[in-house]
């Protein structure tokens, strides 16, 4: 079963920080174009960063300058560091990936994982 699995989610401060991580070895290996995506409960999913596997990344206007994304294809895993968090960054965080290799450059995924929980007190 393919799957996607995240972690490192968490309750941090504003202005803090926090790296989330995902397992997602059978789509690294095939070479997907991966990302990540959040939803608060009630609200539209909202894309957040995404990187080819050749490294090209987008962001969402909204975390330019806080969140990193980056992908260590050894080891199958896709990250998102994110810096200067916000109350407004507060909400389930899912692992996610496109059907092809280069990104669509609209976060379109296709699959994604069962998400980790962010909460930013202020």
């Known amino acids: 079963q393919v799957q996607l699995v995240e972690s490192g989610g968490g309750s941090v401060q504003s202005g803090g920080s926090l790296r989330l991580s995902c397992a997602a070895s059978?789509?690294?290996?095939?070479?997907?174009?991966m990302g990540w995506f959040r939803q608060v409960a009630g609200k539209e999913r909202e894309g957040v960063a995404s990187i080819s596997s050749g490294g090209s990344t987008t962001y969402a206007n909204s975390v330019k300058g806080r969140f990193t994304i980056s992908r260590d294809n050894a080891k199958s895993t896709l990250y998102l560091q994110m810096n200067s968090l916000k109350s407004e960054d507060t909400a389930m965080y899912y692992c996610?990936?496109?059907?092809?290799?280069?990104?669509?450059?609209?976060?379109?995924?296709?699959?994604w994982g069962q998400g980790t929980q962010v909460t930013v007190s202020s």
């Open positions: 996610a990936a496109e059907p092809y290799a280069i990104c669509s450059g609209s976060f379109s995924f296709s699959s």
């Open positions: 059978a789509y690294i290996r095939r070479g997907n174009c």
